[in-house]
């Protein structure tokens, strides 16, 4: 079974910066592309970020390209997620996701989902 701890949020100013971490439990990380998405409240969940497996390809929602930036150590099993240039809207629930295949697509299904962290940015 695949678990995903998310660490990192907490509050910031506005044009401020927090770096969310995701540590995937398991020897199969460096095989799944991974994702954060992010729920505020009375909204639904949404895509933000996404990477393969090996590291090579990223992907963005708009909200935040050129602002927020997805690495990931597969020797670490971990993830990152940079937020730099927070705005107040980036205020929501974060969560990491994993991806049972290498590649990424937009659209596509996680199949695994970490239990969230907070981000809150205030004005």
């Known amino acids: 079974q695949v678990q995903l701890v998310e660490s990192g949020g907490g509050l910031a100013q506005a044009g401020g910066s927090l770096r969310l971490s995701c540590e995937v439990s398991?020897?199969?990380?460096?095989?799944?592309?991974m994702g954060w998405f992010r729920q505020a409240p009375g909204k639904e969940r949404e895509f933000v970020a996404a990477?393969?497996?090996?590291?090579?390809?990223?992907y963005y929602a708009d909200s935040v390209k050129d602002r927020f930036t997805i690495s990931r150590d597969n020797a670490k099993n971990t993830m990152w997620l940079q937020m730099n240039s927070l705005k107040p809207e980036d205020t929501a629930v974060y969560y990491c996701?994993?991806?049972?295949?290498?590649?990424?697509?937009?659209?596509?299904?996680?199949?695994?989902w970490g239990q969230g962290t907070q981000v809150t940015v205030s004005s």
């Open positions: 990477i393969s497996a090996g590291g090579y390809n990223t």
């Open positions: 398991g020897r199969t990380f460096s095989r799944y592309a």
């Open positions: 996701a994993a991806r049972r295949f290498p590649g990424f697509t937009f659209g596509d299904q996680f199949d695994f």
